[in-house]
């Protein structure tokens, strides 16, 4: 089982006791979602969709940081792309299938977020079954402010933090830390220290190794096809929706503002 686990590059996999541990580990991007990064995470798809021996799964970022989103810098390649509507429309459809991967995936799976959680890397936050969060880690959606929509993980931040919480910071790009988080149902258990964070993680992994992997996944199935409804229609919808405003709406603006390190045009 141990030998089935791929090498990967832009993550770090420890697997100890049944238990498989995934570091996002490009702390140049502040562990941003770059297709290498999605490359290697679906890699690792392929042998836990395909195995009972792996009980859960544990995903968080080295250098105390989670996840900064998605790779802007790629996005930005679609502008000189002969064929940007076409590119566009497949870079969002890959996000899509890799955030409903992560939330489909047989195992438990716990989320602990430190440091920074924004746009794409709070989706993924939102993907997972438990979250567990450092009372000073910052998130936001940060999309609308560069002049793109939260597409594809508009599904996963409605089912955790519920229509009006995800809506508000949708809308508004609000930012808010981890204490927030707890409030409004994104964290489901809070921690200060790694101590404190190892000892929460023990307790789930007792828990959840005295339950029934067959169970688990067959529950996670169920609970998916009523509450979280996506499937191939709503990402090509959230595709077109993404690929509509990175080339006709606000999205170059916005990621050039990124990259150049400015306002965008829109802020005051």
Known sequence: ???NLPNTNSIILELDNNWLTIWLNT???RNALTDKMIDDFNSVFKVLNNTRDIRGVTIRGKNNVFCAGGDLKGMNKVFDSKNPI????????RVGHFFKSINSLPQVTIMIIEGVAMAGGLGLACAGDITVVHSDTKFALTETMIGLTPAQIS???VSKMGYANARHLMLTAARFDGKDAQKIGLADFIFDDESEVKEIENKLKSQILKCAPGAIAQTKELVNSFAIKVDKDFIDLASKN????????????GISSF???RKPKWQK
């Open 155 to 157: 599904p996963y931040l």
């Open 1 to 3: 089982m141990t030998k």
């Open 86 to 93: 076409e590119d566009a429309i497949e870079l969002s459809t």
């Open 242 to 253: 993404f690929a509509d405003q990175i080339l006709d709406g606000e999205g170059k603006e």
């Open 27 to 29: 702390p140049e991007n």
């Open 259 to 261: 990259i150049e390190k």
